[in-house]
Antibody, heavy 122, light 111 residues
Framework: QVQLVESGGGVVQPGRSLRLSCAASGFTFSTYPMHWVRQAPGKGLEWVAAISYDGGSTNYADSVKGRFIISRDNSKNTLYLQMNSLRGDDTAVYYC???????????????WGQGALVTVSS | QSALTQPASVSGSPGQSITISCTGTSSDLGVYNYVSWYQQHPGKAPKLMIYDVSNRPSGVSNRFSGSKSGNTASLTISGLQAEDEADYYCSSYTSSSTPYVFGTGTKVTVL
């Protein structure tokens, strides 16, 4: 069955960096676009970034553009989110999600991980 | 890109039908049929309920249906059940600099 498992969350000081990982299994990872979505405590969902199946195309929310980098290693079935210059408003649970069930990056997110909590605080 | 607008809360009694609206603009809902709906129970990851405006993924109950008219999309839950009590979010592709946007979220309460 499809599984997405995030790791790398934790407490980090403002201005510092953190990298999240998302290990995928149960499907052909290299053929699916992938996303990161975050949710601040008690708040709604916010889309963060997406990457094409081969990593050749990436897109970001304006709120993280220039600070976050989404990438993937298809040989390791792993998605990454490098987060730089972190701010307090980046505090959230970060979910990785798969595009699906139809082909196309933005038609729906059909599988989600359990989430990784990132807390930005001094 | 602003979030799509949803009512903060909707409630209904068991067995009733409820509808959640999602209002966007001519940059998203008005031009694209890439509307999705997600259900999220407290402390859990979101679950895809509807994609491409009105399609249900495999395994999702046919009590859930979606539609769209102009800049507004809707999710209808018929035969409301206690397990439907959750937060619901719409989403859409947009032509703005942020290509994907979620709605503000609606808390559904089963009375």
């Amino acid at each position: 069955q499809v599984q997405l498992v995030e790791s790398g969350g934790g407490v980090v000081q403002p201005g510092r960096s953190l990298r999240l990982s998302c290990a995928a299994s149960g499907f052909t990872f290299s053929t699916y676009p992938m996303h990161w979505v975050r949710q601040a405590p008690g708040k709604g969902l916010e889309w963060v970034a997406a990457i094409s199946y081969d990593g050749g195309s990436t897109n970001y929310a304006d709120s993280v553009k220039g600070r976050f980098i989404i990438s993937r290693d298809n040989s390791k079935n792993t998605l990454y989110l490098q987060m730089n210059s972190l701010r307090g408003d980046d505090t959230a649970v970060y979910y990785c999600a798969r595009s699906g069930p139809e082909r196309g990056t933005y038609r729906g997110l059909d599988y989600w991980g359990q989430g990784a909590l990132v807390t930005v605080s001094s | 890109q602003s979030a799509l607008t949803q009512p903060a809360s909707v409630s209904g009694s068991p067995g009733q039908s409820i509808t959640i609206s999602c209002t966007g603009t001519s940059s998203d809902l008005g031009v694209y049929n890439y509307v999705s709906w997600y259900q999220q129970h407290p402390g859990k990851a979101p679950k895809l309920m509807i994609y491409d405006v009105s399609n249900r993924p495999s395994g999702v109950s046919n009590r859930f249906s979606g539609s769209k008219s102009g800049n507004t999309a809707s999710l209808t839950i018929s035969g409301l059940q206690a397990e439907d009590e959750a937060d619901y979010y719409c989403s859409s592709y947009t032509s703005s600099s942020t290509p994907y946007v979620f709605g503000t979220g609606t808390k559904v309460t089963v009375l």
